[in-house]
Each structure stands twice: as structure tokens, then as C-alpha cells.
């Protein structure tokens, strides 16, 4: 797993390469960390190449959503990849998640 984290055109851009799973789930949340504590941050989440997602990663997932929005901001999927995309709509996160 992989993460890249961009400030772009004034919103933050996390990109997530690999699996995402109960082994690297923590570092995943250290990684965005510093972006779940901004205020009134736009966080644009590309998930278009991560191949695998958890139970455990979308519990992570939604935190990260739940802290954004109680800091004024919003969060988002952008990108997604068609295995993590039959996730997020079984689960039915995909409408909280996915910006239509």
C-alpha cells in the first residue's frame, strides 16, 4: 500500500495504491493524519488503483469522512477502481462517498 497526499486547486487530493487491509491499515491512518485535523479541508479521495479494500479500511474510511465533515470540510471519492467501486455500493457507502 501506498499513499500520496497533494494539495491541489485548494482541496487535498489522497491517493491509495495497492491493498488496503488490516496490515496496513494503521499506517494508511498515519499517513493522512495531518489532513483529518484541517479545517474546512476538501479531501478528494483516488482510489482508482487500490486493488483491495477491508471491512477494516472502511471503518477507516469512514472516520476519516466523519472527522472532515465535523471540521467543516467534506470528503469524497473521485476515483474509484471497479473491485474497490463493488465495495463501496454492497456496503452501501457508495452514496455517501462517491460524488456524482
Known sequence: ?????EEKEGKWVV??????DTDTC?????????????EHA???LDLS????ISSTALRLLIILQQQVM???GQCYV?????SVLEVLTM????RSFLKE
Open 70 to 72: 465535523k471540521n467543516g
Open 1 to 5: 500500500m501506498k499513499t500520496i497526499i
Open 91 to 94: 456496503t452501501g457507502l457508495s
Open 78 to 82: 473521485s476515483k474509484v477502481s471497479d
Open 15 to 20: 491517493s491509495v495504491r495497492g491493498e488496503l
Open 42 to 44: 476538501t479531501v478528494e
Open 49 to 52: 488503483q487500490l486493488n483491495y
Open 26 to 38: 494503521e499506517v494508511f491512518r498515519t499517513d493522512i493524519a495531518p489532513v483529518m485535523e484541517k
